[in-house]
């Protein structure tokens, strides 16, 4: 294989393209960022992309964020949700049928694909024909489409997928896939993708948090975040066998936190759930004010939802705390984002967000609290961290201070934290990486959990 370099010396193996809209699609694309020299491609926002192209990108961004922002206004914003997600409707799983027919959103892709929308991305990436990654089906499709001369491969970021997600006609086309889990595999099959077009891969997270095929640094985090979510040392007692065996006795010792008590709220990418943010804050006042708990509140590129939060910080009389205890950070690009997130992450207990894509970073040992979901998507991977048993539907925002310590004192939030990390997938990265550059792996295959 040719290893083109990316111009600042790295060697790019592959293209890594994602659409940056909201962060899904950019977190996967960005786990896999060594694959591409540390180079990513956004699919709708990239140099010498046409105006053209550019332009239906934007439009169909500002109705989704626009739509998913107008969910709280009565009676139209419920309404008009419900007819965009409807459009990204995924049928019912059972009974198990053939779906392979074209839903409306792969047709009106397909017909501004025959008007050339993507072309120029194709040609431009086709000088240098590496597989191209992606985590967006529409750039599958263009790669699809206007014959890519390396292979093509699409990252699946949720733990159910529509239709939306296959070619018009999945048994020709060569898009290969990379599923986020087992119910992927199976629903891809009844789309109509042929059984050796799929590889159940997990969802890649980043590799600074896992440590190589060993998990060497997650075993660290982990037991320094099952210290501090089983105070009482009752999960560590039920579960001391299985613990010294999958960590070894060194990392078991409940005296070895390394950090505070944190929990970490992020909001999504839209901005939707800013006002839950500020509600938990304010009942974990007293508790980030005595450093019972430092708490993290992750705002994403977005300055004035960071702004919005610092504001109520001030105003619950939190002024002192900010930085240490509380920390609401701001991000000058998505990549300097994903980067400090992975950082944020190294130190949380427990994360709190909606079920986005989110949910799969239970695969990392970490404790899911999650807030009501917007649309069908996160509705199935609620499903699925439950499945997992590695995340819990929040209670009363405005009572935190009571249940979520209930939970973390009767060592439950501790079994979630254990259980993400032993159900759910954890090396999707390093099973991709294998994949893309033909490596025999040396990963156990995962189960097929639907």
């Not at 786990?31 to 105006?51: M, Q, T, V, W």
């Not at 190589?212 to 007692?237: M, T, V, Y």
């Not at 800013?274 to 019972?292: N, Y």
């Not at 105003?315 to 300097?336: A, C, Q, V, Y």
Request: charged residues 25%; aromatic residues 12%.
């Amino acid at each position: 294989m040719d290893h083109s370099h990316d111009g600042g010396g790295k060697v790019r193996k592959a293209w890594v393209v994602d659409v940056n809209m909201g962060y899904g699609h950019s977190r996967a694309a960005f786990a896999l960022r060594d694959l591409s020299g540390g180079e990513i491609i956004s699919g709708n926002d990239y140099k010498g992309i046409p105006a053209h192209d550019k332009k239906v990108w934007q439009e169909s961004r500002k109705l989704y964020e626009a739509i998913s922002r107008m969910k709280p206004v009565p009676v139209i914003g419920p309404f008009l949700f419900e007819a965009l997600d409807r459009w990204q409707e995924i049928p019912s799983f059972y009974p198990r049928r053939d779906l392979s027919e074209p839903n409306m959103q792969v047709k009106s892709l397909y017909r501004l694909i025959a008007k050339g929308w993507g072309k120029h991305l194709i040609e431009t990436l086709s000088k240098d024909p590496v597989p191209l990654i992606t985590t967006f089906f529409g750039t599958a499709f263009f790669a699809d489409a206007f014959d890519y001369p390396g292979e093509i491969y699409c990252v699946t970021t949720d733990a159910d997928i529509s239709r939306a997600w296959c070619a018009l006609d999945p048994k020709k086309s060569r898009i290969k896939y990379f599923a986020s889990n087992g119910r992927v595999v199976e629903r891809l099959k009844l789309y109509g993708v042929p059984a050796e077009n799929i590889y159940l891969t997990g969802f890649p997270m980043p590799k600074e948090l896992i440590g190589g095929p060993q998990s060497k640094i997650l075993k660290d985090l982990i037991a320094a975040r099952l210290c501090n979510l089983d105070p009482e040392g009752i999960f560590h007692e039920r579960y001391a066998k299985t613990l010294k065996a999958e960590l070894g006795p060194a990392r078991c010792q409940i005296s070895k936190a390394t950090h505070p008590l944190t929990v970490t709220y992020s909001v999504g990418g839209a901005g939707a759930q800013r006002q839950l943010g500020v509600q938990v804050l304010e009942s974990l006042k007293r508790k980030i004010a005595t450093h019972e708990v430092r708490f993290n509140l992750i705002a994403g590129t977005r300055k004035d939802v960071a702004e919005f939060y610092t504001e109520a910080a001030i105003k619950l009389g939190l002024k002192k705390e900010l930085g240490s205890w509380l920390n609401i950070p701001t991000f000058d690009s998505r990549m300097g984002y994903f980067e400090q997130f992975s950082e944020i992450l190294a130190t949380t207990d427990i994360l709190w967000t909606k079920p986005s894509e989110l949910s799969f970073y239970t695969g990392l040992g970490i404790a899911v609290v999650m807030a009501p979901p917007i649309g069908s998507q996160e509705e199935f991977n609620r499903t699925w961290l439950q499945y997992m048993g590695g995340g819990v539907a929040q209670h009363d925002p405005r009572y935190t201070n009571e249940w979520l310590f209930d939970w973390i004192h009767s060592g439950g939030m501790a079994r979630m934290a254990w259980s993400g990390y032993t159900e759910a997938p954890t090396h999707g990265t390093y099973r991709i990486e294998d994949i893309v550059l033909g490596r025999i792996t040396e990963i156990q295959p995962l189960p097929l959990i639907v």
